[in-house]
């Protein structure tokens, strides 16, 4: 059973590709308000987790509760008012190229509300606003932005239909440290501020360290760990304590007095 607190119960969980299994009874729940950084070894299975639950991969075995509805065999309507729900951000953005940052924030606004066009138009804009990018960004093609615009530009449209749980793929990777850094304040700005969920799928320890209430840390196919931060990264699985006890996790974690020469982006020194 799950708490009354999870959006998202993950259950008995089993993807395989040919003889590969990626996930065998995995067991998950996101709970309501936090940001559960999902973090593995390369392969462990993240994205294919991620696709499982938002629904881009139909699962081999076991179920995805959202919102204490079960997704497994949903009718077309039914699944659509849960894709409503979320909002979902991969690495590059995966934005429409041939369309302006704007016309890709008003895309889901057009497909999934019959509103006054200048409304979706004003609506566009305020996401866009939201995400700290310049108004000038929203007449640009997505070739002529930086990474980190074009992050942005992906999240005010994850963002478009306001939505209850945010999905994000590794929005960190290919941003220089303080960009890194920025978008870690952006998302925990925006989940205070909107009452977001969020589940992150990650590399960078330093977001785990500055916004992640709680990290699932997958292997061997499971969920091999998850809690907070500084309880898991005490665990005894073998990729875990190399995680955490690397140089890169001292860096992460911050000064202290028995590792204080580690310098993290998000304490330059
Ligand atoms: N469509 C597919 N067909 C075959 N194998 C796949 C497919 N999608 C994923 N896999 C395999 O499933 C495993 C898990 O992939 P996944 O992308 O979830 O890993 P990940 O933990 O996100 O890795 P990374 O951190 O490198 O992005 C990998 O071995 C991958 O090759």
Redesign the pocket.
């Known amino acids: 059973m799950s708490g009354d607190d999870a959006v998202i119960a993950v259950r008995g969980l089993r993807n395989a ?1 040919g003889a ?1 299994v ?1 996930h065998d009874a995995l067991d998950l729940d996101v709970r309501r308000g936090e940001i559960l950084g999902v973090i ?1 070894g ?8 991620l696709r499982s639950i938002v629904g881009l991969k139909n699962p081999d075995a076991g179920r995805v509760q959202f919102f204490g509805q079960d997704t497994t065999h949903l009718r077309a309507d039914q699944r659509r008012e849960i894709d409503r729900r979320f909002g979902l951000l991969f690495q590059d953005g995966a934005l429409f190229s041939s369309l302006t940052v704007l016309e890709n924030v008003e895309v889901p606004l057009l497909e999934y509300f019959d509103l006054p066009r200048n409304l979706v138009h004003d609506i566009a804009l305020l996401k866009i606003a939201l995400t700290g990018l310049p108004l000038d960004a929203a007449a640009k093609y997505p070739a002529q932005l930086s990474g980190g615009m074009r992050k942005r530009a992906g999240l005010a449209r994850a963002l478009a239909l306001d939505p209850e749980i945010l999905f994000l793929d590794e929005p960190t990777s290919g941003l220089d440290p303080v960009g890194a850094a920025a978008f870690d304040e952006l998302i925990s700005t925006l989940r205070n501020a909107l009452n977001l969920t969020v589940f992150l ?1 990650t ?1 960078d320890l330093d977001s785990l360290y500055a916004i992640c209430d709680r990290v699932a840390v ?1 292997s061997g196919g499971r969920v091999a760990a998850e809690g907070p931060v500084n309880v898991v990264e005490h665990h005894s699985d073998p990729w875990i304590r190399a995680c955490f006890q690397g140089p890169r996790a001292r860096g992460a974690r911050g000064p202290s007095p028995l590792h204080d020469s580690g310098v993290s982006r998000g304490n330059p020194s």
Do not use: D, N, P, Y
């Not at 390369?42 to 987790?49: E, P, R, T, W, Y």
């Open positions: 590709f590969q990626v593995g390369s392969g462990a299975g993240k994205s294919v987790l799928v590399h997958l």
